[in-house]
């Protein structure tokens, strides 16, 4: 049957952007090798556990022995660990043929499918102990024929799951495809994804800035989010937990203190909700779990509105906005009488004034909206 490399290229990305699923993938694979068996699997190597599984060419019988008992005695996918993430390998590369073929493995299981002794592979996706490799088996009479064939499909495919990915783990979180670039990356806050472990998912660029200063309240040279301050980091981790284990989804801060100076950092965590997207094959590879949404403020930031904004939105009078930008910053009326050398009672007539122009009733709400306000204008 004919085969496109384009099409396997544009099945891979399909799936990477949420468009296909590996159906596609498998059955372009499958119309390009037939007479033999393609799999598609996802393993824990520590634990020998198969946490996903897909293939073209077996019985739905065959499928779950697999998946229950055979996947564990693999010694192919084992050896499959010692190799580079894209890197073809072959079976008779990684584990002696004559020996293997001895093993439970094919004893029992795959001898029961056919004539599959021969396989290549390229593990596509790692994470820490979990892979997923596609693999090709075929009979070793074949192997002259299909070897070339499946090397140069499956070596050029490999580099195109690394990018595809790249796409699918920054398009996993939520408010759909693009929420971290188009929405959490231009947010005017420090904001970091993290798991249960304080690994980094995710940083936006005040994040990053943060992380890297030497007198920040941070550190984490190997992509594992720490507070300077030993005690600190504890609570951080602590909080981290209790969000991740709750069963509502909280919104829990903390107070970070940083020993060199007087600035106090304020951390504030809620679970990150993922996109409704359908589950795909490589997810429970790429799942790190739940993950926490860590929005960092210091103590020393100040919120600003400019007074064209204000008079432009509320036709504040630059008095007026003066005020509100006051009321923003933590002063008080009395703070602000005595700076402006002004009497309590002009100011509260101002405030009233301020707060009708804006729709407030309290002084508190005023500064609410204001805030929003501010959080968008930094």
């Known amino acids: 049957m004919g085969y496109s490399q384009n099409s396997l290229t544009s099945a891979i990305y399909e799936m990477a952007l949420g468009r296909s699923n590996w159906d596609s993938i498998l059955d372009i694979l499958a119309a390009s090798f037939p007479g033999c068996l393609v799999t598609a699997s996802g393993d824990d190597i520590a634990s020998g556990a198969n946490l996903a599984f897909a293939q073209r060419g077996l019985t739905p019988p065959a499928v779950a022995s697999y998946i229950a008992t055979y996947a564990a005695l693999n010694p192919v996918t084992r050896r499959a660990a010692e190799v580079a993430t894209h890197q073809l390998f072959h079976d008779d590369q990684l584990v002696d043929r004559a020996e293997a ?3 439970r493995f094919h004893r029992e299981w795959l001898s029961q499918q056919g004539d599959f002794a021969a396989s290549s592979g390229v593990v596509v996706l790692r994470e820490g102990a979990r892979q997923l490799a596609v693999t090709i088996h075929y009979s070793p009479q074949r192997q002259a024929e299909l070897r070339p064939r499946i090397a140069g499909i499956l070596g050029e495919a490999a580099q195109h799951f690394g990018r595809a990915f790249e ?8 408010d759909g495809r693009g929420y971290l670039e188009g929405v959490v990356a231009d947010l ?19 994040a990053e800035s943060l992380r890297r200063q030497h007198e920040g309240p941070f550190s984490s040279a190997d992509g594992v989010l720490r507070a300077t301050d030993e005690r600190s980091d504890a609570s951080l981790r602590n909080l981290v937990l209790k969000v991740i284990s709750s069963r509502r989804t909280p919104t829990s801060v903390l107070q970070l203190s940083e020993p060199s100076n007087d600035e106090r950092y304020f951390a504030i965590a809620r679970l990150a909700v993922r996109g409704g997207q359908h589950y795909q094959l490589h997810d429970a590879i790429l799942d790190p779990g739940p993950l926490v949404m860590l929005v960092v403020h210091g103590s020393l930031e100040m ?17 007026e906005a003066r005020l509100a930008e ?3 910053n933590g002063d008080t009326l009395a703070d602000f009488a005595r700076e402006r050398e002004v009497s309590k009672q002009t100011l509260r007539n101002q405030l009233v004034g301020v707060m009708r122009k804006t729709g ?3 002084q508190s709400e005023l500064v609410s909206l204001l805030t929003r306000l501010a959080l968008t204008c930094l």
């Open 303 to 319: 919120s600003s509105l400019p007074t064209d904004l204000l008079w432009r939105a509320f036709s504040l009078t630059e008095s």
């Open 188 to 206: 005017p806050f420090t904001v970091f994804f993290v798991d249960a472990n304080m690994r980094i998912h995710y940083s936006n660029f005040h």
């Open 101 to 103: 073929a001895q093993g």
């Open 167 to 174: 796409i699918v783990g920054r398009s996993r979180f939520a």
């Open 360 to 362: 407030t009733r309290r």
């Open 326 to 328: 006051a009321l923003l």
